[in-house]
């Protein structure tokens, strides 16, 4: 068995995967009379021909040590995941590796911050790490298949 520790996560080591929809450092523009800031186009929806459509996800939190057995990929859209709740959980994603994953990473994504995978990028469920959490997400929907799983030998992430 496998086992891989949990890294921080930053733009720089998640940009092969896709990208952190977070505030920027600063603004593009204020919005609303001022009293908004707009952090403008963090991330782009890849739709194929499909339709880009927004659901909710709610999924029952792990504990670590966690055991990684299944991985997924959307090859047809990206999938944006951004959690409405106050915890961090945990990413875990893998390069292509001649159609199938390579060595999975897994990246700590604190409270407050979403990401968005591109494309075809293998990828873990979610995994909230207190509690149970909601996460808005934007993906595709429409015709092909879009959905690939794989049982991959046991994967243990630890803190």
Same mark, same amino acid.
């Given at each position: 068995?496998?086992?891989?520790?949990? +890294? $921080?996560?930053?733009?720089? %080591?998640?940009?092969?995967?896709?990208?952190?929809?977070?505030?920027?450092?600063? $603004? !593009?523009?204020?919005?609303?009379?001022?009293?908004?800031?707009?952090?403008?186009?963090?991330?782009?929806?890849?739709?194929? !021909?499909?339709?880009?459509? /927004?659901?909710?996800?709610?999924?029952?939190?792990?504990?670590?040590?966690?055991?990684?057995?299944?991985?997924?990929?959307?090859?047809?859209?990206?999938?944006?995941?951004? $959690?409405?709740?106050?915890?961090?959980?945990?990413?875990?994603?893998? &390069? !292509?590796?001649?159609?199938? &994953?390579? +060595?999975?990473? %897994?990246?700590?994504?604190? @409270?407050?911050?979403?990401?968005?995978?591109?494309?075809? /990028?293998?990828?873990?469920?979610?995994? &909230?790490?207190?509690?149970?959490?909601?996460?808005?997400?934007? !993906?595709?929907?429409?015709?092909?298949?879009?959905?690939?799983?794989?049982?991959?030998? @046991?994967?243990?992430?630890?803190?």
């Amino acid at each position: 068995m496998t086992t891989i520790r949990i +890294q $921080p996560i930053t733009a720089a %080591a998640f940009a092969p995967f896709g990208e952190l929809l977070c505030a920027k450092a600063a $603004p !593009d523009k204020l919005i609303n009379q001022g009293r908004c800031e707009r952090h403008h186009a963090l991330a782009t929806v890849q739709r194929g !021909d499909g339709e880009a459509i /927004i659901s909710l996800f709610r999924s029952e939190a792990v504990s670590l040590p966690y055991e990684c057995t299944l991985l997924e990929r959307h090859p047809l859209g990206s999938q944006a995941f951004m $959690p409405l709740g106050p915890d961090p959980w945990l990413s875990v994603v893998a &390069p !292509d590796e001649d159609g199938m &994953p390579g +060595q999975p990473l %897994a990246f700590l994504v604190p @409270a407050g911050m979403g990401i968005n995978l591109h494309a075809g /990028i293998w990828h873990g469920v979610l995994t &909230p790490l207190e509690n149970p959490a909601d996460f808005l997400v934007v !993906d595709r929907e429409g015709d092909g298949v879009n959905l690939q799983e794989v049982l991959i030998p @046991a994967v243990t992430i630890t803190a």
